[in-house]
């Protein structure tokens, strides 16, 4: 089962909780899906959208249990990038984790694998 990991701000994090479903973030909304990273893209993409932010969540789903909302579309580079198409719950949340900014870079440690 491919693990898939969503970005966020911290504090929106704690909104989602508090309402049981994360709706996106203004990106999210925008686009009309929510912006998911594999493990091979969540360092770019935070080097790319989130450089300098602090207080930052790393979410990791099962891509499995989104189906048949997640699709897999291409994006930046050509690259297929996993969209999901409704709102996530967070009883399908593996794990969040906080991902510091260490003034180079966010360090993922043991998130990624």
Do not use: C, N
């Amino acid at each position: 089962m491919p693990v898939i990991y969503k970005i966020a701000p911290a504090s929106l994090w704690q909104e989602a909780e508090e309402a049981g479903v994360f709706t996106g973030a203004p990106v999210d909304l925008a686009d009309g899906f929510i912006h998911f990273s594999t493990a091979d893209q969540a360092r770019e993409t935070a080097a790319k959208h989130f450089a300098g932010q602090r207080d930052l969540v790393v979410v990791s789903v099962e891509a499995d249990g989104l189906a048949p909302d997640l699709k897999w579309e291409p994006s930046r580079g050509g690259d297929l990038f996993p969209h999901l198409y409704r709102p996530l719950r967070v009883d399908e949340i593996a794990r969040v984790d906080p991902l510091p900014w260490l003034g180079q870079s966010h360090d993922f440690g043991a998130i990624l694998p």
